[in-house]
């Protein structure tokens, strides 16, 4: 009741209070009224509960927990999805062929060429070995308006005994070579008939050698030792002994290496071009070459340099001679992009017999036979892949060369007592000169498929020579590019294209009257050689095969006054066996 009484008063408080606010926003002239209070009002304040910020709840069924029990119905979907079994795809694999120890191959052609090879090779036991290889290749000339014999012969043979073991390996070579090659180039019209009939044109070169090679499983990686002897069918001889032991160790993980070099040559020759002496030269070069492997992540260092003392026998200065030695790479993108340079110097020895490898038509009378002072090659490139299967190369250098060999035609005396073969203009001399050499060389491989390759590269350079006019028969550009094509298991066919530039030597002859005739320069015509062939893999042993070489039938020259055989056609087969 008295709650009840209390809540009754405040509703009237409010609503009267409610009428007031609503009566001012009516009219704001509340005007005048007189109260009159009969007793004064004694208001209370009756007790409130407060609120608890967390209440406490004292109701058992709030307080239980309930516990619910699921009951899953299942039932069967019907579906008509049958999932297929997993099959391995077919991986074209190539039947293994088998490989065996031996072959030979005979083929002939235009022009009487004839070539032929025979290789053998056979297990003496476990671990030793017996290999030999005869080759020969010939023609019997007939180029175009070539007045002279221009027939060759090249046969050589080569044997081999060695043995391979976990610890060591070495074997013993022995060899010999026969060629012969005729001075053919004779200025057209130069000479009257009378004179060409006396010509004995064929020069005749012979190599023996003997040599070796030892690797062991320790600091002494490998040792290679050969010696040969070289001569013509003019009294000229030449000796020559190389001996190049390797060491090879590591100290701190980082890898040393230690490469030694012997190499000693003498030789002479009969006469000299006037046939007035003959002539002996002979050099000792000994070199020692150490370095040192850094490798730190992508990059990796070879530093070394070289020591090398050339003491002369004959004719010539002893020299001690110190060269750089330092190589370097950086991988800037995986094996996509490849940086690399060096700086290396090296004397390199000369030979008779490298001299006639390089040019068959030099005479037998050189001046000297030299080492070159190669005083620095300074280079820097790029390699590496624009794909999976393409391959670049791009490189820049420059060259120092102190004593480079240079091919240059001989002069025709009118009035020398020699009359040899080579004597008429037809033959070449060595010499010897300082040339700096800039050249940049680009190469681009691509294996498209496994049935498909191709290949082409270039060089171009640009010489400066000291004391000669020129650098004498050093092309300024060479190209090559070749094409390699699998059509079906069993036919295959290639193609190769070479391009030579221009090349610079010099026509001289001195007469019985004075003045003498002015030197004339000699610019040999660029030119280039397309090659192909093809073959049919008959069975596992027997492959049939044509070449074409110099398919545009250029009548060029590769050296001064040498035009080279036109269209050459070669049809052979080759056949595998074993023992």
Do not use: C
Not at 337 to 357: K, P, R
Request: charged letters at 20%.
């Amino acid at each position: 009741m008295k709650k009840t009484f209390q809540y009754t008063i405040a509703a009237v408080l409010f609503l009267g209070s409610f009428q007031k606010t609503t009566a001012q926003k009516k009219d704001d002239n509340i005007g005048t009224e007189v109260v009159n209070v009969v007793k004064p009002y004694t208001p209370t304040i009756s007790d409130a509960f407060k609120v608890k910020e967390t209440p406490t709840l004292e109701d058992d069924d709030t307080s239980k927990k309930e516990n619910i029990q699921y009951n899953i119905f299942s039932f069967p979907v019907a579906s008509t999805f049958a999932p297929a079994k997993g099959k391995a795809a077919n991986v074209d694999k190539s039947p293994d062929e088998k490989i065996f120890s031996n072959y030979m191959t005979l083929a002939a052609g235009n022009y009487g060429a004839i070539n032929a090879e025979l290789f053998v090779t056979e297990n003496i036991s476990n671990t030793d070995y017996f290999g030999g290889m005869l080759r020969h290749s010939s023609s019997q000339g007939g180029i175009k308006d070539v007045v002279l014999d221009d027939k060759f012969f090249n046969t050589a043979l080569d044997l081999t005994y060695g043995s391979r073991t976990k610890a060591m390996s070495w074997n013993a070579d022995l060899g010999y070579k026969n060629q012969v090659y005729n001075w053919y180039g004779i200025y057209p019209g130069f000479l009257p008939d009378a004179t060409i009939a006396t010509i004995d044109e064929q020069q005749t070169y012979q190599t023996l050698y003997v040599g070796g090679r030892l690797g062991l499983d320790n600091i002494l990686k490998e040792s290679t030792l050969k010696f040969s002897r070289f001569w013509d069918a003019f009294g000229s001889a030449e000796n020559r002994f190389v001996a190049k032991p390797s060491l090879e160790f590591d100290i701190v993980e980082q890898k040393i290496k230690a490469d030694f070099v012997v190499d000693y040559i003498s030789g002479s020759f009969d006469q000299n071009f006037d046939k007035t002496a003959s002539i002996k030269y002979g050099f000792t070069n000994v070199g020692f070459q150490p370095s040192i492997k850094i490798h730190k992540d992508d990059l990796t260092v070879n530093v070394g340099v070289g020591f090398f003392y050339s003491a002369a026998q004959e004719a010539g200065e002893s020299k001690f001679f110190i060269y750089p030695q330092v190589t370097g790479s950086y991988k800037v993108v995986g094996d996509l992009m490849i940086f690399y340079a060096g700086l290396e110097g090296t004397l390199q020895q000369n030979s008779y017999h490298d001299f006639v490898q390089e040019n068959f038509f030099v005479s037998p009378t050189l001046l000297g036979v030299a080492p070159t002072d190669q005083k620095f090659d300074i280079y820097a490139g790029l390699k590496g892949k624009l794909a999976s299967s393409v391959s670049y190369n791009i490189r820049g250098s420059y060259k120092n060369e102190e004593g480079k060999a240079l091919f240059k035609s001989n002069i025709y005396n009118n009035f020398n007592a020699n009359t040899d073969g080579y004597t008429y203009a037809n033959s070449f001399d060595v010499v010897y000169d300082k040339v700096k050499t800039l050249s940049f060389f680009g190469e681009l491989k691509a294996d498209f498929s496994k049935n498909v390759s191709f290949g082409i590269n270039g060089t171009f350079s640009s010489y400066s020579a000291d004391a000669e006019k020129e650098a004498w028969n050093l092309p300024a550009i060479k190209l090559a590019t070749t094409l390699e094509v699998n059509i079906t298991p069993k036919w295959y066919a290639g193609t190769s294209l070479f391009f030579v530039g221009e090349r610079k030597d010099v026509f001289r002859q001195s007469t019985v009257t004075l003045p003498f005739p002015e030197d004339q320069n000699i610019t040999l015509k660029s030119y280039f050689d397309l090659n192909a062939h093809v073959g049919y893999k008959f069975s596992e042993r027997m492959t049939f095969f044509l070449k074409g070489n110099n398919l545009a039938n250029q009548n060029y020259e590769r050296w001064f006054n040498y035009p080279v055989q036109g269209l050459q056609v070669l049809g052979g087969a080759s056949y595998k066996f074993d023992f």
